[in-house]
């Protein structure tokens, strides 16, 4: 109880104490007088109220949030607790985090206590608000901007040395979206990080490369990986720090910018970012991978099926094709894909779909990637609702490519339902639509990524996983043999 709500419930028990005083002594005088009597009476009732509320109040200990762990990578499961509410009642947990660009993100669930006046994330269901069910990390997954914020907004890490701050509370009631009158009963903060203690980050600059090289801790060697995003272009370091705290020295390469010279960008500098990791002294040159992203898929698997100039040990690819090529530059690819525009969609939202740049997929193997000279594993991963590109027909249309070319033994094929184009690492919020720039024509669009919440979640957690022990099977596992 506090000590404002304390000297008020003392102020109020000694003037209801006065005039019950004062009431009785006239009660003695004009006991007959049914003037009196109610007074009395409802002064008796508020003087015993009072009392209950104070014994109540000072015996009742505050709510207590545990939120575990306190610090931790953004890949890691949370834990939520609240103890000491009272029991059998609704309460709503509520997360809220401001971006580097200092837009605010909540997500809220409803609760209802047990009878010992305990809500635990993991174990209980939430009734409604941003998710439903049994989610344990529903609070992270779910972010959305608060009401009134700018629109189509992605949230996405910038400086990978500060962490998220997820700022966990706990409210009376059941509140939906508005928590501006909202007062917390508890409050505890969780720092959720990219980067593990002990990893470097090494800007490089040689031979025209351009990109980010983070390493784990310790001397090495270490299996490596070219970390390659997509047609959002910049260099997008995030990924590559949380997979180099998982032990893999990672270069974040950066090809795509609004000042980038796209004629002068193709194999040639993609096979020399990747002979910079080879030969890397902390880095164990038979054992480099790449790890590619929508545009940065189709990448990886043009240069990895380039007549063995380079030989990866391993590929993962989420959510691109193979009907993108890449050859001497950059820019013939996104000339090709300008000759389909017109196959451009909005939804009813004036969100841009690009799926269908380039559907039908080709039956002309000449106007495909050729998986046949595939020499080392692929991860293949999609999801069924990506409006971005068609990533789950181009998946069917790789594996009987290889199939056909006698290497569909390489191939590990994951489609997701309801999963959209942006799988991330696992807990990332879903973004079904976000603003986007394209860096070829320079317009500004809304894009729709497709993908319901819920099902998006689950394929980020679980493709995450699937991707960090094909690493290991791969990278770290000393008896793997190319094919």
């Known amino acids: 109880m506090s000590s404002l709500t304390t000297s008020m419930a003392q102020h109020l028990i000694k003037s209801v104490k006065v005039f019950l005083r004062f009431c009785r002594r006239q009660d003695d005088m004009e006991k007959d007088d049914p003037l009196w009597q109610p007074l009395t009476g409802a002064a008796e009732r508020s003087f015993s109220a009072v009392e209950d509320l104070k014994s109540e109040n000072e015996t009742r200990i505050s709510p207590k949030i545990i939120a575990q762990p306190t610090r931790g990578l953004v890949d890691e499961k949370i834990y939520i607790r609240v103890s000491n509410l009272i029991p059998n009642k609704k309460f709503t947990l509520r997360c809220l985090l401001q971006s580097e660009d200092k837009d605010l993100w909540h997500a809220y669930g409803h609760y209802i206590s047990d009878d010992i006046g305990v809500v635990n994330v993991a174990e209980d269901v939430c009734l409604g608000g941003s998710y ?285 339902p309801k999963a959209g184009h942006l799988i991330e690492p696992p807990y990332s919020p879903h973004i079904r639509f976000s603003n986007f720039v394209d860096l070829h024509t320079r317009k500004k669009v809304i894009a729709l990524w497709g993908g319901e919440a819920k099902e998006h979640a689950f394929a980020q957690e679980d493709s995450w996983k699937k991707i960090l022990d094909f690493l290991d099977l791969h990278l770290y596992s000393s008896n793997t043999v190319l094919s």
Request: charged share 20%; proline share 6%.
């Open 132 to 416: 439903t069910g049994k989610e344990p990390n529903g609070l992270i997954w779910s972010l959305k901007p608060v009401p009134g914020s700018r629109p189509a907004l992605r949230l996405r890490k910038q400086n990978v040395f500060i962490p998220f701050l997820l700022n966990i509370s706990v409210h009376n009631g059941h509140i939906n979206d508005d928590f501006k009158d909202a007062c917390s009963l508890a409050l505890t903060v969780m720092e959720r990080w990219y980067i593990a203690p002990g990893v470097s980050r090494i800007e490089v600059r040689e031979n025209g490369i351009h990109g980010t090289l983070f390493l784990p801790p310790g001397t090495g060697p270490f299996p490596g990986l070219l970390d390659l995003w997509g047609g959002g272009g910049g260099l997008v370091e995030y990924r590559s720090a949380l997979l180099a705290s998982h032990g893999y020295a990672t270069l974040a390469l950066e090809y795509l910018s609004s000042k980038t010279d796209f004629s002068k960008i193709g194999e040639k500098y993609f096979e020399a970012a990747f002979g910079y990791l080879e030969s890397h002294p902390q880095v164990s040159r038979e054992h480099v991978g790449i790890f590619g992203l929508c545009f940065g898929a189709s990448v990886t698997l043009s240069v990895a099926a380039n007549e063995n100039k380079i030989n990866p040990k391993c590929l993962v690819c989420v959510s691109g094709t193979h009907v993108i090529r890449i050859g001497e530059s950059i820019d013939k690819a996104f000339a090709d894909l300008k000759l389909n525009e017109k196959n451009t969609r909005l939804d009813e939202n004036n969100h841009v779909i690009w799926r269908e740049l380039v559907l039908p997929i080709p039956t002309d193997s000449n106007k495909k990637v050729n998986l046949g000279n595939l020499k080392c594993p692929l991860l293949l991963i999609a999801g069924d609702d990506d409006q971005n590109w068609p990533t789950p027909e181009s998946a069917e249309d790789i594996e009987k490519m290889m199939k056909e070319a006698g290497n569909g033994h390489l191939l590990t094929k994951i489609i997701y």
